[in-house]
């Protein structure tokens, strides 16, 4: 038995089939590379926030799937799981110049007909690792309301496994990216603030600023982060 | 609801067929009952799912029923023929089956059991037994208009969900009289208007709509009332390619007019304006 294996709780998982022993409390992140394995895919942020890191897996007193996110998910005993690092789903080409709702009615269902085919099984909301209600703003697309769409789905990282669970084979997280995109274009107020910041950038007054933190070292970097003020200006 | 009816919109309310629902809204709020739009429902799915184990087809619309009762109603009302026929097979379903019906609360973890006591109901029902109440508002009766009524399939078909008889249907008749509009009897006004066909095989849809319309000029009628969007849709757009051109109401539309209540009418592919010039029911 080895040092750690006696100084710590260990419990059993399996990954793709095989048995190991991970130390309890790790996330099943942090257990696949204690396990050994390096990633190469579906890992980024470790934080909860890209979405690169989703995982499916079963435990034993349960027979439905779970799904979540690996960086936030802590290993169970027992548990079997997979990584997926990425969904198969594909994204349809628009020009946002030409999806005014205002023109279409029903403009997501021009893109994503097969929202047409939602049974309203709600599977998609429980497979969602940030609890978005993804069957609702399905919803809100086929009856023509972006705004609802874009809104319910406002948190979407993007993982994909309510697109891997859908029976319908709805691509939910482009669909909900459509609306959002739309929303922002058409349906939200314009920003004179954010284009006066853009021109901002674009005569270079960040320049400066932004080399010098290219610059820092790590630690110094860290500490800026840490005490930033994000309060409004004035 | 003592204030009026829970209303179930449905998808295509909110956006092809907006023009019935703001008619058909004007109208209920104009006769003292509004329509009250749920707080939550689902589409109901379009189409009639006949596979007996099927189940899952039938989830959408017990959601929906879920909703109704959630607020605490036991009457929905629907405007849209094909939302009214799926949510009501499938309501009636899980009444008189109660295997399907535990079944399907077993697999709705997140909503509490559905009791199944909930009614459906078609917008013409609710309107024929207001007809007098319709009358008494009547302030321009469209006297000078010859409509033939068409119920299409939905709202007939299968029996067991039919607001009427269904060989032969008369409530749309009696609304046209009460409106006080000259009705031309279309003996094709219960035949299919090729529904979904529209889709992939306009041809199909072509002929239907080439069929019931000539029958319906032949015997005079200046236009057509119905209530179901598709059936609006396949009338309307497939005249193109005929030789008519008459405009297709809902008939929610027409009681507005006679009830002199503005409405839009702005999605109609055969501009109905003209017409009503015509006849003097709009300046
Ligand atoms: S690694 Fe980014 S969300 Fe898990």
New interface residues.
């Given amino acids: 038995m080895s040092e750690d294996e006696e100084n710590r709780e260990m419990i059993e998982i399996f990954v793709m089939g095989k048995r190991y022993k991970v130390p309890k409390g790790l996330t099943i992140m942090t257990a696949l590379e204690y396990a050994g394995y390096k990633y190469v895919r579906g890992c980024g942020c470790r934080g909860g926030f890209c979405g690169a890191c989703a995982t499916i897996y079963r435990t034993e007193d349960e027979y439905k799937f779970k799904m979540d996110l690996a960086c936030q998910t802590a290993v169970q005993d027992g548990m079997f799981l997979v990584q997926l690092p990425f969904v198969p789903a594909v994204r349809e080409d628009f020009d946002i110049e030409e999806v005014d709702p205002k023109e279409n009615?029903?403009v997501m269902l021009d893109y994503y007909s097969e929202i047409?085919r939602?049974?309203?099984?709600?599977t998609c909301t429980k497979a969602c690792p940030q609890d978005i209600e993804a069957m609702d703003y399905v919803?809100a697309a086929?009856?023509?309301?972006v705004e609802r769409c874009a809104d319910l789905s406002f948190d979407c990282i993007q993982c994909g496994l309510c697109s891997i669970r859908c029976?319908a084979d709805i691509k939910h997280y482009h669909l909900a990216q459509l609306a959002r995109r739309i929303t922002g274009r058409y349906i939200h107020e314009h920003s004179d603030e954010l284009e006066k910041r853009v021109q901002e950038i674009k005569n270079g007054e960040y320049d400066d600023k932004m080399k010098e933190m290219v610059e820092m070292e790590m630690e110094e970097l860290k500490k800026l982060y840490e005490e930033r003020d994000i309060r409004e200006e004035g | 609801m003592e204030e009026g009816y829970l209303y179930y919109?449905g998808?295509t309310l909110?956006?092809?067929a907006?023009d019935y629902e703001e008619s058909a809204m004007a109208v209920m709020e104009a006769l003292g009952k509004p329509l009250v739009e749920m707080d939550d429902w689902?589409?109901c799915?379009?189409v009639q799912s006949l596979t007996e184990d099927d189940i899952?087809?039938q989830?959408?619309p017990i959601?929906t029923m879920c909703c109704a009762q959630e607020q605490g109603e036991k009457e929905v009302v629907t405007l849209c023929d094909m939302c009214y026929n799926v949510l009501k097979q499938a309501n009636e379903r899980m009444k008189e089956k109660p295997d399907d019906l535990e079944t399907m609360n077993e697999?709705l973890t997140?909503d509490p059991d559905y009791l199944g006591e909930v009614d459906v109901h078609h917008i013409f029902e609710i309107l024929r037994d207001m007809k007098d109440e319709i009358k008494k508002k009547v302030k321009k009766p469209i006297t000078d208009l010859k409509i033939a009524p068409y119920y299409g399939c939905m709202l007939l078909r299968p029996d067991h969900v039919a607001i009427d008889d269904t060989e032969d249907p008369h409530i749309m008749e009696g609304l046209l009289e009460a409106i006080g509009a000259e009705v031309i009897h279309n003996p094709k006004r219960t035949e299919c208007c090729g529904s979904y066909h529209t889709v992939n095989r306009s041809d199909i849809v072509e002929k239907r709509v080439e069929d019931i319309v000539s029958r319906a000029v032949k015997d005079g009628a200046d236009a057509i009332a119905l209530s179901c969007p598709l059936c609006q849709f396949n009338l309307d757009f497939h005249q193109r390619n005929t030789e008519y051109d008459i405009p297709v109401f809902y008939l929610t539309e027409l009681i507005a007019l006679a009830m002199g209540i503005e409405v839009g009418m702005e999605k109609h592919k055969i501009d109905p304006k003209s017409l009503l010039k015509d006849k003097k029911i709009l300046e």
């Fill in positions: 009615d029903n047409a939602c049974v309203s099984c709600n919803q086929l009856r023509g309301d029976p | 919109p998808c909110k956006t092809k907006s689902y589409c799915g379009a899952m087809h989830i959408a959601r697999f997140e």
